[in-house]
């Protein structure tokens, strides 16, 4: 079954720091890419970061890089300087690459807050 | 990336009557999607629109309740029948950003449901 996992159901972090939610999937397959996603207040769902399964090399988008372990299934995203702005549910999901479909798997999310 | 655009953006309705939600996209795509988004959960995949033939559903969805439409490449249409309080959700549509390769979705702001 393919399955995506957030343990940490709520989160919080004080402004200027560093927060790292966790992400762990099953899935049989070898060739497949990773995501977050962020929904701020406001629903609109965006992505925030992408990793192909068979780059070695961790992503980084500006603030936001992943640490990508893919023995242990585990795909964690690091928020560093942490903003007000940064406060949203994220969303961990996968799509495994041999699907032409569509079907993402998503986890159930982690609600991050921001103190300021 | 791309444009999207949901209607309403949220609604109350009534026990037993139905309500359509419209998504435009802002470019020709040839897959949307229709996700729920329960109170508190993640993402489930309701259905793919295609254009030009029948939308195609997931386990556990069906046309009778959610019809589905697609008259053309940059629009698509979401009906919830007969609607109970156990359909009150955030609805959203989404399509296939241009990277072929990655195939990260772009979603809508969502419609927020209410059922009484």
């Known amino acids: 079954a393919q399955t995506v996992t957030q343990s940490q159901p709520e989160m919080s972090v004080q402004e200027a720091e560093t927060v790292t939610l966790s992400c762990t999937y099953d899935?049989?397959?070898?060739?497949?890419?990773l995501f977050w996603y962020k929904q701020p207040p406001s629903r609109q769902m965006i992505l925030v970061i992408r990793?192909?399964?068979?780059?070695?090399q961790n992503a980084t988008e500006n603030r936001f890089s992943v640490n990508f372990q893919k023995a242990a299934k585990s795909f964690s995203l690091k928020i560093s300087d942490s903003q007000l702005g940064d406060a949203a549910m994220y969303f961990c999901?996968?799509?495994?690459?041999?699907?032409?479909?569509?079907?993402?798997?998503f986890g159930t999310g982690t609600s991050l807050t921001v103190i300021p | 990336s791309a444009v999207i655009s949901q209607k309403p953006s949220r609604d109350i309705c009534q026990r037993g009557t139905s309500l359509t939600i419209q998504c435009q996209v802002d470019?020709?795509?040839?897959?949307m999607f229709w996700y729920r988004q329960q109170p508190g959960q993640s993402l489930t995949l309701i259905a793919t629109?295609?254009?030009?033939?029948?939308?195609?559903?997931e386990s556990g969805f069906v046309i009778d309740k959610f019809p589905i439409s697609r008259p053309n490449l940059t629009f698509s249409t979401l009906t919830v029948s007969n609607m109970s309080p156990e359909d009150s959700s955030i609805y959203l549509c989404?399509?296939?950003?241009?990277?072929?390769?990655?195939?990260?979705?772009?979603f809508g702001e969502g419609s927020r449901l209410t059922v009484l």
């Open positions: 989404s399509v296939r950003g241009q990277n072929a390769n990655t195939g990260e979705l772009f």
């Open positions: 899935t049989s397959e070898s060739d497949y890419y």
């Open positions: 990793q192909e399964a068979y780059k070695q």
């Open positions: 999901a996968y799509r495994i690459t041999k699907n032409t479909g569509n079907q993402f798997y």
């Open positions: 470019s020709q795509v040839t897959m």
């Open positions: 629109a295609n254009q030009g033939s029948e939308a195609t559903y």
